[in-house]
């Protein structure tokens, strides 16, 4: 299996801009989540699906992101407008099971600069 | 919000020693997890121990467990260069309707040789 699939690896834009990032998470896995990953603050769990469907999305930080997972095999996390404090790098990860039970496999993260 | 706090911060060893880290909680578990992380990568899963283990082995890696004190512990035996890296805990824990893994603050570990 090729693991949790993300892209762009980086990305750098500007102020004001709409950035999309993509996750594909392994074959068979229910759960899908996005974490960010921060000096300051650490790893914050972002938002994560159940079979498609978002389950907690308590740690969105604001209006300005927002998720989808339209189908078992892909999903987005979007930042629009994005500013510099979400500069960041964004990990997806994907389980067999709910996220407080067993084992989470990560992607290699999307680092985002905004300028 | 971070639930586990990890100690020490940093750890510098030599190859050959043994390293320790810690990480202490905050509230119930369902089972506490460690993950390795090198520069620029993603996590990788190491080993979980469910809340009513007390230890776990796996390879060159121990993992101790103690609910009463919300604290684990994870060695690493005969460190190799190749293990440097940060290391992770992250706790499982039911928040209402929801399941959540939440990671502590890391310890970066260095190997020299």
């Known amino acids: 299996d090729a693991g949790v699939i993300q892209s762009p690896r980086h990305e750098v834009t500007e102020m004001g801009q709409e950035v999309t990032l993509r996750c594909k998470p392994i074959?068979?896995?229910?759960?899908l989540f996005w974490y960010r990953q921060t000096m300051m603050r650490g790893l914050e769990l972002l938002i994560y699906?159940?079979?498609?469907?978002?389950?907690?999305d308590s740690g969105m930080p604001e209006d300005r992101f927002s998720a989808k997972m339209p189908n078992a095999s892909f999903s987005t996390l979007k930042i629009q407008p994005s500013e510099p404090r979400d500069s960041a790098v964004y990990f997806c990860?994907?389980?067999?099971?709910?996220?407080?039970?067993?084992?989470?496999?990560f992607g290699e993260g999307s680092r985002l600069t905004v300028l | 919000s971070q639930q586990g706090e990890e100690d020490p911060q940093a750890l510098s060893i030599q190859e050959g020693e043994n390293a320790t880290m810690n990480c202490s909680y905050k509230?119930?578990?369902?089972?506490l997890q460690w993950y390795r992380q090198n520069s620029g990568r993603g996590l990788v899963h190491l080993i979980l121990?469910?809340?009513?283990?007390r230890e776990k082995h796996s390879g060159r890696l121990r993992v101790t467990l103690d609910t009463s004190k919300k604290s684990s512990s994870l060695l690493i035996t005969a460190s190799r260069a190749a293990d440097t890296a940060s290391y992770f805990c992250?706790?499982?824990?039911?928040?209402?309707?929801?399941?959540?893994?939440?990671f502590g603050t890391g310890t970066r570990l260095q190997v020299t040789l």
């Open positions: 121990i469910r809340s009513n283990e």
């Open positions: 699906f159940n079979n498609n469907v978002p389950i907690d």
């Open positions: 992250a706790t499982g824990e039911n928040t209402g309707t929801a399941s959540k893994l939440t």
């Open positions: 990860a994907s389980s067999l099971v709910a996220g407080g039970y067993g084992e989470l496999f």
């Open positions: 509230t119930s578990i369902n089972n």
């Open positions: 074959s068979g896995h229910d759960y």
